[in-house]
Structures are given as C-alpha cells and as structure tokens.
C-alpha cells in the first residue's frame, strides 16, 4: 500500500506489477517448499541437512562442556587416559538428558496395583491411579520397570491402558481405559536382553549391521514402518513412538550399539513437520546458552560436579593392581 500512495497520479498499473513481483516470488518460495515436499529425492536430502545441523548443534555444545571437564581433571589429576575419556562422555550423556527431563514434563500413569519405586527407591504397589514424574531418579526406575514389565507386553497381546480425566464428588480422578492396538512390527520385535545382570528391551536385529544382508534390510524397515504406525497411538496425550524414545534415553543415553536401539529413532530427527522428543531433545541442547560457561563452575548449574565426574570417569583395576592406579577413584568388582 505504501508503494502504491508514493506513486505519481496514483498509477494503477505500476502498483500492479508491483504486487505481481511480489507474487511471483511468494509462489516460487512456495513452489519450492512443495517440491521438496513431493519429490522423494529432495526430501531425503532436506531431511538429511536438517539431521546433521540439528546434531552437530548439540554435538558442539557437548563437546564444549567435554572440553571444560577434561582440562579440570588433567589440571586436578594429572591424568587422563583413553578408557577415561570414554567414561567422561558418557558422564555428559547421561547429565544432560537428566538436566533435559528435570525441565521437561514427562508424567507416565501407573495405575492402580501396578509396581513402582517410590521416593525411597523401595518397590511397591500403587494402591491408586498415579503418575510417575521422569524428573526424578525414582521416577525415571518406575517409567523404565512399567515400560518392560507392563507397557511392552500388554501391547504385545494386543491392547494397553490410557488414561481418562473425570471428576468426582469436585475433583479430578484419573481413570484406566483400554485401547486396542493393530499387529505392530516394532512391538514384535522386541525381546529381552541383559547387561551385567541389568534387564533391557531390543530389537532383534543387530543395530550397528544393518546392511549387513538383504534380510537385515528389510526387517530394519518393517521396524522403523512399525515404529512410525506408533505415532497413531497416544497415552497420556503423547504418542506411543515418544515413550519409546524416552525408554531409550533413560536406558542408552541415546548411545549406539548393537543391542541398543538408538539408530532406528536417528531418521525422527529430520523430519520436517515431526515434534518428537528425540527432535526436542537434541534442539534444547544445541540452543542452549554456553557462551557463558568458561570454566567448570559455571557447569554446576546444569547439574555436574566434580567427585561425580572422577567416580564415573573410574576405571575397573585389579587388587593387585590397585598401588599403580593413577586416577582418583578405582572400581572392582565382587568376584
């Protein structure tokens, strides 16, 4: 409109080809977008650009806080070998997706005479319609026990329980509801697995060699189809494929391997018009603010500390062996 008033006699027909310009570029951006959205092959590669600016943001802002920690222990320790590097980047997986979940609002329900842990990590039995708060340590060991011992096997026979809100006598109550869910590639191919004694649901196929046969091709996909087909499912007013995400998180720390089932949430990270908490997650880390944090104190406000870095960072030494360890804290074992 200012174009047109500043116009000389108010000409009509400059003002028109003013707008049409404007058009034509406004349809051509669109064009665009709709191609890349059409176009199976320019999809992929937007998918892929958006996966990698997504996670090098977070891998940057990681290895910053890696960088900090490293110069603080050489600097306290002197020492710093390959094992304890590997532990220390585990110890920065691990805080951050705590720090994550301690500002997110993830509640799972537990329902009534269903096991959890409370407060005092003590398991129980809830005696009412609850939620378990991801936020707290007992939290996220009651999501994990009522992911592979309720959750996993309900919706492998076929069905799982949601929640419904309803008030009673002027409050609300939390009520159990149960839906049916199709035959689920994903969910059929989970099994149970352990490590170090310690119970964990994956996939079977072997994460790390997908490619490996022709076979091993195909059933990756059915999985990643079936895993897709879960964001259809909602419990507690988030999908089905987001729960799993988190079990993920809390169980892996989002790590790759072989029975970890990291790399078949990788392709959620790209999707253009996806919300998941895996997309979320790795945004809220490379948006976060370290531009501030040059020293290791700065670090305490995302919840690390030092003794807790030296005791993760521990490597496993022998009794006979324990006089020539160099680090601060050892672990050994019971047998």
């Known amino acids: 409109m200012d174009d047109y008033v500043s116009l000389p006699n108010g000409d009509i027909a400059r003002y028109r080809d003013i707008v049409s310009d404007y058009y034509n570029i406004i349809k051509g951006t669109w064009n665009i977008f709709d191609m890349i959205e059409r176009i199976p092959h320019y999809n992929s590669i937007f998918k892929l650009l958006k996966t990698v600016y997504i996670s090098d943001a977070a891998i940057s802002k990681k290895s910053n806080i890696v960088n900090l920690i490293q110069r603080k222990v050489i600097e306290e320790s002197g020492f710093l070998d390959e094992q304890g590097v590997k532990n220390l980047l585990r110890y920065v997986d691990e805080l951050l997706i705590t720090n994550w979940l301690r500002e997110s609002d993830f509640k799972f329900p537990v329902f009534e ?37 309720v959750l996993i096997p309900n919706l492998k026979a076929g069905f799982y329980n949601d929640i419904e809100r309803v008030e009673e006598d002027g409050k609300e109550v939390i009520k159990s509801v149960r839906k049916e869910i199709v035959s689920n590639a994903f969910i059929d191919g989970l099994m149970d697995n352990a490590d170090d004694g310690v119970p964990f649901k994956k996939l079977n196929i072997d994460m790390m060699n997908l490619n490996s046969t022709p076979a091993s091709s195909i059933k990756f996909q059915s999985y990643l189809d079936g895993l897709c087909k879960l964001k259809n499912y909602t419990l507690n007013g988030r999908p089905l494929s987001d729960w799993f995400m988190l079990y993920n998180f809390i169980v892996n720390q989002n790590r790759y391997g072989s029975d970890r089932l990291t790399t078949i949430f990788k392709p959620f990270i790209g999707l253009i018009k996806d919300n998941s908490v895996i997309k979320k997650y790795f945004q809220n880390t490379g948006e976060l603010d370290y531009s501030s944090l040059k020293t290791f104190e700065d670090l305490e406000d995302l919840g690390f500390n030092m003794r807790d870095a030296f005791i993760k960072m521990a490597p496993f030494v022998s009794r006979s062996a324990e006089r020539q360890a160099r680090t601060r804290f050892i672990r050994q074992s019971d047998g």
């Not at 005479?113 to 009651?142: H, K, Q, W």
Request: charge should be negative; hydrophobic fraction near 35%.
């Open 113 to 149: 005479e269903e096991e959890f842990f409370n407060r005092y990590v003590d398991r129980v039995i809830s005696p009412r319609n609850s939620f378990v708060d991801l936020s707290t340590s007992e939290g996220r060991a009651s999501f994990k026990l009522l992911m592979e011992s």
